[in-house]
């Protein structure tokens, strides 16, 4: 039987050969390391587990409103003014299964098709697909490395058409952990605001920054922008609740509505469970988040000081999220390697160091390496990376 023309156009992840590969290698029996990980290698904090299990002791187990409980409604509410001086009202708030399946919604309920919809490039692998299975267009502009990867007023300017719908913003960044500052954002926002757009926000990683440089939403920038902006975010990586599925989108009322609307069809509503331990996440301390957060810190300037000594290897200091997005162009050819792919592919069987090749974030020369993981594993795979290189360089 055929399958759905709306499948078939689906492109298939770069990564998954790579993934599939260090599974076989560890089962039999190498020690590989991954630094592929897109989850913080904490656990969840403890009074996190204690709010969940209070629920199912009291007997929350049952459905949900589709658009979430109302006290994390309002919890995110109250995250939003705590944080960002933004105000919400709850219906303007939809709790999602994980911050991806709120993306998800956003584009079925707003794309018809043709519509397009605007992605710098490096992007997370699953903007595309997603427009796509909205039978919507991805419109990829590459945003420079010298620009520290970010979209220009200019660039935005010269990817719109008659048929762009919307701009997908990611600050801190998956996968170079860049982030937008308010003059940058004001800049993009102006063509927003000329164009017509809906920008579509993607705050995941707000709370792991390492710098002084504040975490700023296009939502904050004007009154235009806030009415225009969707914000998207959850618990996922700030609480290191990746298992947990929360997510959440945040902003015009009739896009929430239809967005809540099409979730009573697909998910009923987000496990409700889960929706109390995110409760808890957002209304305690943040000291386990700061914990965690300096210790990534940590982690970062240590492992970025290693990479860029690696010889062909260059790389922008990221600003938030866990991962480091280098140029090992110069390092793979020097190597005699094709390209980038290859060089991935070769690493991982001859030093067992699992990488994620750039061309699936839309970036040939880059990769993505997660310092999710311990100082250990980041010794030794710097080590490793660096005989591996020493070994084929021509």
Known sequence: MELAQRVQALTPSSTL?????AKELKQEGHDVIGLGAGEPDFN???????????????GMTKYTPSGGIPELRKAIVDKLKRDQDLTYEEDQVIVTTGAKHALFTLFQVLLNPGDEVVIPAPYWVSYPEQVKLAGGKPVFVSAEENNDFKLTKDQLKSAISPKTKAVIINSPSNPTGMMYSREELEALGEVAKEEDLLVVSDEIYEKLIYTEDPHVSMAQLSEDLYN???IINGVSKSHSMTGWRIGYAVGDKAIIKAMTSMASHSTSNPTSIAQYGALAAYTNSEEEVERMRDAFSERLDAFYEKLTRLPGVSCVKPKGAFYLFPNVKEAAVNCGFRDVDDFVKTLLEEEKVALVPGSGFGAEENVRLSYATSMDNLDEAAERIKTFIENHQK
């Open 44 to 58: 969840t904090p403890q009074y996190i587990l204690e709010a969940a299990k209070k629920a199912m002791d009291e």
């Open 17 to 21: 050969a790579i993934t599939a590969k």
């Open 228 to 230: 225009r902006t969707i």
